[in-house]
């Protein structure tokens, strides 16, 4: 401990070189990517107009059910062809993420693009093409878009605090 106290100054100018350098790095390498989000509320409603308690179960189910069916092909396919992108189904996949917060009814679609624009459409294009696709495939009720996206106002990533941070930690290990 005395031998890195009498290297202090050592320790502090690694320290700084590599906080800048992965600082550096993150601004000028990374491009930033913005999300947007658009939610769904899925229900099931039987014959009669009140909704019983295993319609509010079956509409939790049907959740579960959206999440695998909204991510596979033909969905995707369909969502390239409305934007008419010049990308594969595999690629598309990559730029969503689909969440059910604390098991509701309800679908978050979260659209991840270099654009913000692109992100707010490829995630309404996404909810869209779902009321449209998993009713008729899965001869269910068709779910109701309870948010539209929006556009993000700040970039999702890269941190650029993050990375300064372990520049900074790499930069102290490394000296």
């Known amino acids: 401990a005395y031998m890195l106290l009498d290297k202090w100054h050592y320790l502090l100018l690694s320290l700084l070189a590599g906080a800048l350098l ?3 790095y993150s601004f000028f390498c990374i491009e930033p990517t913005y999300e947007s989000t ?3 509320y ?3 409603v039987s014959n009669d107009a009140v909704v019983n308690l ?4 079956l509409g939790t189910s049907l959740t579960k059910d ?7 092909y033909p969905v995707l396919n369909r969502v390239i062809d409305k934007l008419s992108l010049d990308t594969t189904s595999d690629e598309l996949a990559e730029e969503y993420s689909l ?3 604390g098991d509701t009814r309800i679908l978050e679609i979260t659209a991840t693009s270099t654009d913000p624009q692109m992100a707010v459409q490829l995630a309404d294009t996404m909810a869209e093409v779902a009321v449209d696709y998993l009713p008729e495939t899965m001869s269910t009720m068709a779910p109701n878009i309870a948010q539209h996206a929006k556009l993000a106002e700040h970039k999702a990533n890269p941190s650029y605090s993050k990375y300064t941070l372990m520049g900074a930690v790499i930069g102290f290990i490394f000296c």
């Open 22 to 24: 992965l600082n550096a």
């Open 54 to 57: 295993s319609d509010l179960n």
């Open 42 to 44: 899925v229900v099931s």
């Open 38 to 40: 658009s939610k769904l």
């Open 99 to 101: 969440t059910n917060p």
């Open 66 to 72: 959206y999440e695998q069916l909204m991510l596979s």
